[in-house]
């Protein structure tokens, strides 16, 4: 009973800006668990070196691809559509940010960050909906998870003015998505990451300390592989079936905490 519950072997998944950072995580423990994966990522050679690594504990392939773009969004979608009928997980983690201060917050770090954070992962989600519709089973629906932020769930100690309210707007996406597509068979979650040891999250690292960035962490410690490879397997297994619209705060208890 437990196993089947857990069990995503022979599922095809699309992570988005799967080459590094939880993106690349939650690839390797989908690969690790048997499913069929691709991973996108802007730099080719990053991507085709990040899908060889992950193929040496089973099946990955790369689609590099600009995501901001929206013939690159169509170009992906078509080119995964012509190899997988059926699409079981799309996680959307793409995303980007930008630091700098309320008096110097350039409208460029608006525009990047909203398109690349809200725009894409819902026009990524749309071209793929035949796909995702061919997934979906009575019990065992397809699974679209979007990863935001605890800093769209609370106020960010740090000055990303732009990057918070994208993935808050991202969230209530989620929500919206979730009550359109139930009727069919298609669920919409999200993981909301609290620290981890990331490129994104390195500079915030370095500049304040790791001790400051843990500061209102509870369980005062970064996130690691795999706690967030395993809350993705839970939330496109059997397990999490009967789940749709929902936030889940992968954040060490800041959020509860708060």
């Not at 060889?52 to 689609?63: F, T, V």
């Amino acid at each position: 009973m437990t196993s089947h519950l857990f069990d995503v072997n022979g599922k095809v998944a699309l992570i988005t800006g799967g080459s590094r950072g939880i993106g690349f995580m939650m690839a390797r423990g989908y690969v690790e668990a048997g499913m069929r994966v691709y991973i996108t990522a802007r730099k080719a050679e990053q991507c085709e070196a990040a899908a060889a690594a992950l193929s040496g504990a089973g099946e990955c392939h790369a689609l590099p691809a600009d995501l901001s773009r929206m013939d690159e969004i169509e170009r992906v979608a078509a080119t995964l559509a012509a190899r997988e009928p059926e699409l079981h997980v799309l996680i959307n983690n793409a995303g980007t940010q930008w630091g700098a201060s309320i008096d110097a917050f350039p409208e460029k770090g608006w525009d990047k960050v909203m398109d690349l954070n809200v725009k894409s992962p819902f026009f990524l989600m749309q071209k793929l909906l035949p796909q995702l519709e061919a997934a979906a089973r009575d019990g065992d629906p397809a699974r679209v998870i979007n990863v935001g932020s605890v800093d769209g769930m609370h106020t960010s100690i740090f000055d990303n003015f732009s990057y918070a309210p994208s993935k808050a707007a991202l969230h209530h996406l989620s929500r919206m998505l979730a009550s359109h597509l139930a009727p069919r068979n298609i669920t919409v979650n999200v993981i909301a990451p609290g620290p981890f040891h990331t490129d994104m999250l390195a500079p915030m690292v370095t500049s304040m300390g790791e001790e400051t960035v843990l500061a209102n962490v509870p369980l005062k410690r970064m996130g690691g592989a795999d706690d967030a490879a395993g809350t993705a397997i839970f939330l496109a297994a059997r397990a999490s079936a009967y789940i749709t619209g929902t936030v889940l705060p992968l954040d060490g208890g800041i959020y509860g905490g708060s």
